[in-house]
């Protein structure tokens, strides 16, 4: 093992060890002997079994095979999602040939974050992840299923999903994936012509053409953002099928592995001999993995929220740091848009996940000794599917990458360090997406701030040309507990525009940005939160703001005295917690944990309001 990485390892199983204990305990503890449905009151049971019809009632009321729940994140409002339209019926289908039976116990909630972008419904998007989790557990929570099938692939939707499935760490589960939508414009392109409309050089439906030629069909959007990060970080972690992630929607392998997926999920359960509870696959070592798999492709950076949440929720403790070294150790070795001109369909046809999980196995960077859904071993995932005759067959092909230019090998990569950097000063904690910058960027900044409390205020300053200078363009007042921490990618295009005509530019924010983001230095995710103490609180227009990437620095450039005398400002929040429903989820956002230990709302059974360090039951 890479000795930067074994060394962080050894260290969240140090950090996490009593916790993860406890986690370890209660799941064991939730083992039972024979299907679970067998142990309810006949009167309970028969609710469950109250639309059976036939063999299936059959085999539900007297077989002892496995019971199999589907949470289903299904709609056909988006492309994603409109995939799952006709799972459940092949899924069951699928296990019934297995000797199970399965039922979907839930649906999921599930959101666009390119709809919502820069509108009111985004201060929901974080929160839905909760809500996910949350609505898994109650699905999962009749105690009738032997383990469960989750279907979600997109920004919040896959790790609420593992949030709530690890309440349940005691059952096998397996996620089943959509696979991406085919290549349309090139995202470059809209890029471009994105830039174009800010400035006024092209119509509003010139515009709606170059997104619809982008957004064309079924599946996720193709550039490598927050939903096809989810894709990787889960097959890293063992928990798809291998080369289950990036399959197209309309390949007939794609429902070749959905069937696979759904018979493999029975021979886990705990009526057989290759007991594999999710609880086990989702462990330190495992999420290292997903740690160095992000980095290693210049991953979204809405992974450093949910790859902690997910780890919280198994009982592993881990934090920025751990992705700032981990990053620092490990090379980046794919390039796709937003890193490169390429999409996820590139990266799939240069080899995929199998080349790039053998390089990083190669070169010592993951964990091979990891406990996944394909059996013990993360060398099972330097194979790949192909359909040959109705069936799958796993080869070693293809054994190095087939584009260089998408997927770099271990003695050539694009650079010696990942993705992602944490950055502190007195202005808190952030992180940057170094792999996304301009070619030429420039990685150290030290600007007049220009203070902004909503998206619309720095449009308008864009608009007014207030904007063309030297800025550190300063959003506060959009973290977890201010406004639910919405992503502010819309802005990327106005600074972008900045920044082209000379100025140095960047943005520090206690907001997110989208996966997409990139090409401006961001430091992002600032905790505490300007509401909750944070000093951005204080900052003033004109006052500088110093933003090193090599040396991990964000410094506010003000007297340490003229601070002490300054009063925090107050947040102006009414409009932007009211309206599309955002009222509704105020006990939630109020609970909401800083964006390094997640920025979610479970997992604590007391928390005072604002905390930022504090200890949390599993």
């Not at 009167?43 to 095979?65: F, K, T, Y």
């Not at 053409?209 to 096809?228: D, K, L």
């Not at 973290?479 to 802005?491: S, V």
């Amino acid at each position: 093992m890479n000795s930067v990485v074994e060394k962080v390892t050894q260290r969240i199983i140090e950090r996490s060890r009593t916790n993860r204990e406890g986690y370890l305990r209660h799941i064991e503890a939730a083992r039972v002997a024979g299907p679970f449905r067998h142990r309810l009151p006949s009167s309970n049971l028969a609710h469950g079994l109250a639309v059976c019809q036939g063999g299936e009632c059959q085999a539900m009321r007297g077989g002892q095979g496995p019971n199999i729940g589907i949470i289903t994140s299904y709609n056909d409002m988006l492309s994603a999602h409109h995939t799952y339209e006709h799972y459940p019926a092949m899924i069951k289908k699928a296990v019934a040939a297995a000797g199970g039976t399965a039922q979907v116990a839930a649906g999921v909630p599930a959101m666009c974050d390119g709809v919502t972008q820069g509108e009111p419904g985004m201060d929901l998007s974080l929160i839905s992840r909760d809500v996910i989790a949350m609505s898994t557990v109650i699905g999962l929570s009749h105690n009738v299923f032997d383990g469960a099938l989750l279907l979600g692939i997109c920004d919040k939707i896959m790790p609420g999903l593992l949030m709530g499935g690890l309440q349940f760490g005691h059952l096998p589960m397996i996620l089943v994936p959509g696979g991406p939508m085919r290549t349309g414009l090139p995202n470059r392109e809209k890029a471009l012509a994105r830039e174009q409309f800010a400035q006024g050089k092209i119509s509003k439906e010139e515009m709606l053409a170059v997104e619809c030629a982008s957004y064309h069909g079924a599946g996720t959007c193709t550039f490598y953002g927050t939903a096809n990060s989810n894709q990787l970080i889960a097959e890293i972690m063992g928990l798809h099928l291998p080369g289950a992630s990036f399959v197209n929607p309309d390949d007939p392998l794609r429902e070749a592995l959905t069937n696979a997926a759904s018979a493999r999920v029975c021979e886990l359960t705990h009526l057989g001999e290759n007991y594999t509870p999710l609880g086990k696959v989702v462990s330190e070592r495992s999420v290292v993995n997903g740690i160095v798999g992000l980095v290693a492709t210049g991953g979204s950076t809405n992974q450093t929220m949910h790859l902690v949440a997910i780890a919280r929720a198994a009982g592993i403790r881990i934090n920025w740091d751990d992705f700032s070294e981990i990053s620092d150790a490990v090379p980046l070795l794919v390039r796709i848009y937003p890193n490169g001109p390429g999409d996820i369909n590139s990266f799939q046809a240069a080899g995929g996940m199998a080349v790039l999980i053998r390089e990083l196995l190669e070169g010592g960077f993951l964990h091979n000794e990891v406990m996944t859904v394909a059996g013990e071993g993360l060398e099972r995932y330097t194979q790949s599917p192909t359909l040959e005759e109705g069936k799958i067959r796993w080869s070693e092909e293809p054994k190095e990458s087939r584009e260089k230019e998408v997927i770099a090998p271990l003695a050539q990569p694009f650079s010696p360090s990942g993705g992602l950097k944490a950055l502190s000063g007195n202005l808190g904690r952030a992180v940057i997406k170094v792999s996304a910058l301009a070619d030429g960027a420039a990685t150290t900044i030290e600007a007049p701030a220009m203070v902004f409390h909503t998206q619309a205020a720095l449009e308008e300053a864009f608009r007014a040309g207030t904007l063309d200078r030297d800025v550190v363009a300063v959003i506060r007042f959009q973290g977890p507990q201010a406004t639910g921490m919405p992503e502010l990618h819309k802005l990327i295009t106005p600074l972008s525009v900045v920044m082209g005509r000379g100025y140095r530019v960047a943005m520090v924010t206690d907001g997110r940005l989208s996966g997409a983001s990139g090409k401006v230095p961001a430091a992002i995710h600032v905790t505490p939160e300007a509401l909750c103490g944070g000093l951005l609180a204080k900052v003033r227009d004109g006052d500088l703001i110093r933003l090193d990437v090599g040396a991990g620095v964000l410094e506010l450039l003000v007297d340490a005295a003229e601070l002490a005398k300054r009063e925090y400002v107050e947040a102006e929040l009414g409009e932007q917690r009211c309206g599309v429903g955002r009222q509704i989820f105020a006990a939630l956002r109020s609970d909401m944990l800083g964006a390094e230990e997640g920025a979610s709302s479970l997992f604590t059974y007391v928390k005072e309001k604002c905390k930022v360090n504090f200890e949390v039951e599993a």
